[in-house]
């Protein structure tokens, strides 16, 4: 099994090659759709057999220790993860070639990204994961800059660059302090030599900071809705379904798994704390940004939040010797991964589709796509229902185990944990609330109400094998809704390794459950409840019914009829995307610091009133603009040393040399 | 046999849940306009309204899509199925085991994301007006009530409402600071959700209450019925749920016999009907707040909450 996903890992990467010179798109999408389909087979495979650690040592890599390939029950999930993102983006592409002068920008990092996100999940060693991770990087940053003409997709690469940056920078000296005597980094190594006291402390710093970069914890997650928008919608797709997840792992495999069982109670606070906040941030944000993929990636980084505060709950039970509700925590993170995968790849994709047929990304240029695009419409509405947590769907299921796990934590007993996890657990609600608020507001505005513009009323639905891409998609939110027990069992293994305790016994074909033989919840009955209801009252009203019905002009209170220059009537008598923000924005003013400004012309000027709704995100406010400014000002400081002489110069680098000499000195005194 | 009778109690009670749910809505109307000292229509009145809008043919605006039509079924069925899980006059229903309070929140959400949804289809400003507001209290509302359920959750181990009310009939937890400040946190929680004053005054639907009653502008017979029919149905669920919760005596206990569910019968319609008397005071008694003063209701409602939380903690830590 090991080997098939080697050989896929390498396929994938070594498409790159033809991929330049062939130019054709079709091909290239044709072929890593059936590699990520088999790799989505095998995967699947894998986790039914259930099988244990594998691994596979390369004749190359590291001179002394090679190159190790390792599956466990963990990377498997995640794979999962990447291939049914990287299918459905595929198929997706097929038919959607890009302009003839991008081609190669595109084709050729586009299978080595893939490659690169399985070669970190298939690591078993710390250079290849660091490999894997950073060409991850460096493919996604090239799709970032498909659209080099483009300024805020320079923008978007330039920020995207240094966080990726920051991410590595911060990585890499993870490994080098987990490193195993005689710098071994095989993972098998590292775990029989789990770090100590502070060098333990600032390896989870350290992976909070470097993986949670990439993964968009806040106040790290400026990037995610600048960078993920800004590449091709199938690229989106994975960068914020598949991607985020791959860094996560990353956060799991080196908290969970390679720091050592024995993990204090503190170690949770930071995700709990960095989780919530990016909840909060990143729902409240999709409420108030106004292009549809920008919305999509804020719910990204609200989702990396929940994911977060599952796995640092998991963490905190595990320290407290809880096992089963540590895997209670955990599985809710691992299902709740795999779920966002298959929500935000259909969403994602659902803009693309927008943007394809409706003209634009900027949901006050939309509006009454419902009736053109039908196909397009019920996967975005299915996708959106979920990100809504809305029952029987797969987002609920997973946030139901989320916040049973939350419930469950007063159980670890301390007064100051206690008082946490319940503003962490009002956060919660209010940042899934805040989604599903979101939620409506992308689909009301973007698909319901009347066309904004022109472009809009003429929407044309997109190519096939794009429907196909979405409804298979769809059919996955359903069906991983209506069966999350399955899951569960397939991802207890995983549990059982990281946090010794699983919670198989309690997952069912029917129903899933917090504990053993407590109730639970039974999605299909729910799906089943729903039914018999409307069929129901169906029946009783089938005397009722009355013939036909008539169609008018919205009435209103009193709406006129559309003159003729405006078939569809003034588009902007309707709610648009800043109408609909404008009760959350002021409600919670205080969050993203929203004013509005009132600009009204002096008596005499003929320009109009301008009202401004004014906000930005806090971790720009309070951690971006300083730390640029601090860059800019040492930037300036630094700028002295261009005017030095050439005696000055020679003598600040023989002084230079001086201090490291006698540091060097020093060190070996010691 | 106990089974048998489980598929009855539950039969029963969606069936009297159905029955009762426009009787509540007429008796809240009629004990308004008694307290205002006008005679009002009879408690029998949403009956006649509801077969009248039935035999109607709708009228439906030009831009709605398919969507428009389906959301009241969507929105009906998952309040009926919502409240199929909360136990009205007998305990041990044949859904009691999926009576999850998460569940029951989150079918609430989609009929409510549902309606919302419906609202913007038309594309009207006051169906914009009325889904951002729907969307922004429940925005408020929603963690007030998680964090009830987590007091819930830590008193009796389970979030399934009929074991919680099984266990609080059987063994009365006394007089809990936790729980008195938890009952005024679900209250104020359940009047939002409801849209009544002062959240929203179900009586009008123009410019001063522009929340609930503004997203249904646009519907006209079968389909007003039916968002009718499910706000009934909403508000008797709150009604019942704050009775299975805070006040679960007289409940038949599961596998009782056909005289005991009429002795929780008599004790449910007692606490519905003393609620529903209780909330037509309460609204007429109070005017309805400015949309933004919501915030500082609900956020009060969390507040409420959270303190019940720590009080909770700190005294399960002491003894």
């Not at chain 1, 989505?40 to 057999?49: M, N, P, R, V, Y």
């Not at chain 1, 720091?259 to 704390?273: D, E, F, Q």
């Not at chain 1, 959106?384 to 934590?409: D, K, R, T």
């Not at chain 2, 959301?71 to 909360?86: E, F, K, Q, S, Y």
């Amino acid at each position: 099994m090991l080997t098939v996903l080697a050989l896929i890992v390498a396929a994938l990467a070594a498409l790159a090659v033809p991929a330049v010179a062939l130019r054709r798109a079709g091909l290239v999408h044709a072929a890593t759709a059936v590699l990520c389909a088999l790799g989505l087979l095998t995967a699947l495979a894998g986790l039914i057999a259930g099988g244990d650690r594998v691994s596979l040592a390369l004749p190359f890599g590291l001179p002394w220790t090679g190159m190790v390939l390792a599956v466990d029950p963990l990377s498997l999930w995640f794979l999962l993860i990447v291939f049914v993102s990287g299918t459905a983006a595929s198929v997706y592409a097929l038919d959607d070639p890009p302009a003839p002068e991008r081609a190669g920008a595109i084709l050729t990092p586009y299978p080595v990204f893939l490659a690169a996100m399985a070669l970190t999940l298939l690591a078993g060693d710390g250079f290849t994961l660091l490999l894997g991770f950073e060409l991850m990087s460096l493919a996604s940053w090239a799709l970032v800059l498909a659209r080099p003409e483009d300024p805020e997709s320079r923008r978007a690469g330039a920020l995207y660059l240094g966080m990726a940056g920051l991410g590595g920078a911060c990585l890499i000296p993870v490994f080098g302090l987990l490193a195993a005597p005689g710098v071994d980094l095989r993972f098998d190594a590292i775990r029989a030599a789990p770090p100590e006291g502070l060098a333990a402390m600032a390896v989870m710093a350290l992976t909070v900071i470097g993986a949670g970069s990439k993964a968009g914890l806040a106040p790290l997650h400026v990037w995610l809705p600048l960078a993920h928008p800004a590449a091709p919608s199938h690229v989106s797709a994975l960068m914020s379904a598949a991607m985020t997840k791959v860094a996560l792992y990353v956060l799991i495999r080196i908290l969970f798994d390679l720091a050592g069982p024995t993990a204090p109670i503190w170690w949770s606070a930071p995700l709990l704390v960095l989780g919530a906040a990016s909840a909060v941030l990143g729902a409240l944000r999709a409420n108030l940004e106004t292009d549809t993929k920008v919305v999509l990636a804020c719910s990204t980084v609200e989702n990396i939040g929940l994911i977060a505060v599952a796995l640092g709950l998991a963490l905190a039970f595990r320290a407290t010797d809880q096992g089963p509700v540590a895997a209670l925590a955990l599985s809710a993170g691992l299902l709740h991964a795999l779920n966002h995968g298959f929500i935000k790849t259909l969403l994602f994709l659902g803009a693309g589709a927008i943007q394809h047929g409706g003209g634009s990304r900027v949901l006050d240029r939309l509006g009454g796509l419902a009736n053109r695009m039908p196909w397009t419409t019920a996967g975005v509405l299915i996708a959106a229902a979920s990100a809504a947590s809305l029952p029987p769907l797969n987002g609920f299921a997973g946030e139901w185990l989320l916040l049973q796990s939350v419930l469950a934590a007063p159980r670890v007993g301390l007064l100051a944990f206690q008082i946490a996890v319940a503003l962490v657990a009002a956060l919660l609600a209010l940042a899934v609330a805040l989604a599903a608020a979101a939620m409506v507001r992308l689909v009301g505005v973007a698909l319901l109400g009347r066309p904004r513009t022109p472009r809009a009323a003429g929407a044309m639905e997109v190519s096939r094998p794009a429907r196909l891409a979405m409804a298979g998609l769809a059919v996955g939110c359903v069906v991983a809704g209506l069966l999350p027990g399955p899951l569960l069992v397939l991802l207890e293994p995983a549990t059982r390794m990281l946090v010794n305790g699983g919670i198989a016994a309690n997952a069912g074909w029917l129903v899933i459950r917090p504990g053993i033989g407590q109730p639970g919840y039974a999605p299909l009955l729910m799906m089943a409840l729903l039914l018999a209801v409307c069929v129901g009252i169906a029946w009783l009203l089938r005397r009722h019914a009355p013939a036909g019905v008539l169609r008018g002009p919205a009435w209103a209170c009193g709406f006129i009829a559309p003159p003729p220059h405006l078939p569809f009537g003034d588009p902007a008598s309707q709610y648009g995307a800043g109408s609909m923000a404008q009760p959350l924005r002021r409600m919670l003013a205080p969050a993203v610091a929203a004013r509005e400004v009132v600009d009204m012309p002096r008596p005499g000027e003929t320009r109009p009133a301008r009202h401004v709704a004014i906000w930005s995100d806090p971790a720009w406010t309070y951690l971006f603009i300083p730390l640029m400014r601090l860059r800019d000002l040492g930037a300036d400081r630094a700028d002295i040393l261009r005017g030095f002489t050439i005696r000055r110069t020679l003598a600040l680098v023989f002084a230079t040399l001086v201090l490291l000499l006698a540091i060097i000195a020093l060190w070996e005194q010691r | 046999m106990r089974l048998f009778g489980a598929v009855v109690v539950q039969l029963l009670h969606v069936a009297l849940m159905f029955a009762a749910a426009p009787l509540l809505i007429g008796l809240i109307r009629t004990a308004k306009a008694r307290l205002l000292g006008r005679r009002g229509p009879p408690p029998w009145q949403p009956y006649r309204d509801l077969l009248r809008l039935f035999a109607k043919r709708p009228v439906i605006a030009d831009s709605a899509t398919p969507l428009f039509r389906a959301a009241p079924w969507v929105a009906l069925a998952a309040t009926a199925a919502a409240i199929a899980l909360v136990p009205s006059f007998a305990g041990g229903m044949l859904f009691g085991r999926a009576a999850d309070l998460l569940v029951i929140a989150g079918l609430l959400g989609l009929a409510r994301v549902a309606q919302a949804l419906a609202a913007l289809d038309a594309g009207t400003a006051f169906g914009g007006l009325g889904a951002s507001r729907e969307m922004a209290f429940a925005a408020f509302a929603e963690p007030a009530l998680l964090l009830s359920v987590l007091i819930f959750a830590m008193l009796v181990g389970t979030t399934n409402l009929d074991a919680i009310a099984a266990v609080f009939r059987d063994v009365p937890p006394g007089l809990r600071v936790s729980l008195g400040l938890v009952a005024i946190a679900v209250l104020a929680v359940a009047v939002a959700e409801n849209a009544r004053i002062p959240v929203d005054n179900p009586a009008t639907h123009l410019e001063l209450t522009m929340v609930h009653e503004a997203g249904l502008l646009e519907y006209s017979g079968p389909d007003l019925a039916l968002w009718d029919f499910q706000a009934a149905l909403k508000l008797l669920l709150w009604l019942s749920l704050i009775g299975a919760l805070f006040v679960p005596f007289g409940m038949a206990p599961a596998g009782s016999t056909p005289l005991a569910w009429i002795g929780g019968l008599i004790a449910w319609a007692a606490k519905v009907g003393v609620l529903a008397l209780g909330l037509a005071a309460f609204e007429v008694s109070i005017a309805k707040m400015r949309v933004f003063r919501v915030t500082e209701f609900l956020g009060a409602a969390l507040l409420l909450a959270l303190l019940a939380a720590v009080f909770l903690f700190v005294s399960t830590g002491l003894a």
